[in-house]
């Protein structure tokens, strides 16, 4: 462990990993601010090199403007912005292994710690022409810029910008190339540093998904499933954190209705009270210290008499976590995610399991950069970015359901899970395990 992961893991681990409702110390924002700029010191030196170096791309620019930012630059910059300034154009140049990256900022100012200005507006009044004096001084082989048709998150150059950069640099322009596979790195790779600090992250989440799933929130008969999604919103508030979506909370129970998945999104009931014997699901994460939460659970609430969760329940609820079982012991180095999904739906069919499987990459973004790993509504393969290989040292949301058939109400459930997992050499592991009993609610 070095230095920087020791340092944050004591900031941040001082909270109390068994307390059911406790949600131990979060960080004042001043800290929060110095958390993030250490991260990113650390990852910026000791991570993008590989990063760069492993797609062949010996110099990468970032530009965005003022509230047009690419999803990328948000990364990049420190704690106290916000946003970018009028122009803002980063660029990391690989020195080779001894020298290191350089960093720097065409801008009017230094960006954080890491970006030192190299614009003097008085000298040079063209802020492109410093860009390009800039790169001819250092004659990279390829200039990498944001720009991909598929990865979203890696398409962040604007038309504009793109468009005056490759004019500012004349001939020079037929080095530009496409940095998607450095954007994505950059994005899905965690750092060691990043992981001491992920566990209390997800454990905050889980807290309040129990907290949400209790007594002190529901009272069968009168509590709906919007009282809950909005008593969530407000628990995130008071902890003075973020959710980048919003929850949702929906049922299953013995009725003739069949599951559809939509119903948890656009055509999920305004109002849907809660009941003895419903079978509970939430849709919830968090954002924290720039690293994001997804994730789904079920509680069950009991019927009047009853002490725990009916068996039927329970064995559809290992199917759910017997499918988690098959598809993260396919998650292999290279592989794609269509690999992947194709291998876990085989065996998932064979041993008798209804698999679906919609797993992504998470990190900066809830939905992040990486591989897809199946969709909902693409359980054959997603095109061009399934066909994206797994790397090492990786964050996924496990996200998928397993289909059972409840004899005791005549119709088909899905336990439907979600956790957030990291994968390394070791293989994949739960960053704050998962789900391996249904909440019950008393």
């Known amino acids: ?93 690989d020195r080779g292994p001894e020298k290191g990256i350089e960093t720097l900022a065409v801008a009017r100012y230094d960006v954080g710690s890491i970006f030192k200005s190299a614009w003097d507006k008085e000298q040079q009044p063209n802020q492109w022409a410093r860009f390009a004096e800039l790169v001819k001084e250092r004659n990279p082989k390829k200039i990498g810029v944001n720009k991909s048709e598929y990865f979203g998150l890696a398409d962040g150059i604007v038309a504009t910008d793109y468009e005056e950069l490759k004019a500012s640099l004349g001939n020079w322009a037929s080095r530009v190339v496409s940095a998607e596979k450095v954007a994505i790195g950059w994005l899905e790779t965690r750092t060691e540093a990043e992981m001491a600090i992920y566990p209390h992250i997800v454990r905050l989440s889980h807290n309040i998904i129990k907290e949400a799933f209790s007594s002190k929130v529901i009272t069968p008969g009168v509590t709906t499933t919007e009282d809950v999604v909005w008593w969530m919103r407000e628990k995130v508030k008071e902890l003075k954190l973020e959710t980048w979506f919003h929850p949702t909370i929906d049922v299953q129970r013995a009725d003739p209705e069949s599951f559809d998945h939509l119903r948890t999104f656009s055509k999920r009931p305004e109002k849907n009270v809660i009941m003895p014997g419903d079978l509970l699901h939430c849709d919830f994460g968090i954002t924290y210290l720039r690293l994001n939460t997804d994730q789904q659970q079920h509680a069950y609430v009991l019927r009047p008499g009853e002490t725990d ?54 990190g900066y973004h809830g939905h992040a950069a990486g591989t897809t790993l199946g969709m909902w509504d693409s359980q054959g393969g997603v095109p061009v970015t399934g066909d994206y290989p797994l790397h090492l040292n990786t964050a996924y949301s496990i996200e998928l359901n397993a289909a059972t058939y409840i004899e005791e109400w005549g119709k088909e459930i899905r336990i439907m899970l979600e956790e957030e997992a990291y994968f390394d050499a070791s293989g994949v592991r739960y960053i704050d395990g998962r789900q391996e009993e249904i909440i019950i609610v008393r």
């Not at 010191?41 to 000791?46: A, F």
């Not at 017997?322 to 396919?330: N, P, S, V």
């Open 309 to 362: 969760v009916p068996d039927y329940l329970k064995k559809a609820f290992k199917n759910g976590n017997r499918l988690q079982d098959i598809f993260t012991g396919h998650f292999k180095e290279g592989r794609t995610g269509n690999e992947v999904l194709k291998m876990s739906r085989e065996q998932a069919i064979t041993e008798g399991i209804k698999p679906s499987i919609y797993t992504h990459p998470i």
């Open 1 to 93: 462990m070095n230095k920087l992961t020791l340092l944050i893991s004591l900031s941040l681990l001082s909270f109390s990993l068994n307390a059911q409702h406790d949600y131990g110390h979060i960080l004042s924002m001043k800290d929060r601010a110095a958390t993030i700029n250490r991260l990113l010191e650390d990852k910026v030196q000791n991570y993008l090199p590989e990063i760069m170096r492993r797609e062949g791309i010996d110099m990468w620019v970032v530009v965005s403007r003022e509230y047009n930012e690419d999803p990328v630059i948000k990364t990049l910059l420190p704690a106290e912005w916000l946003a970018a300034r009028r122009r803002t154009i980063l660029i990391f140049y």
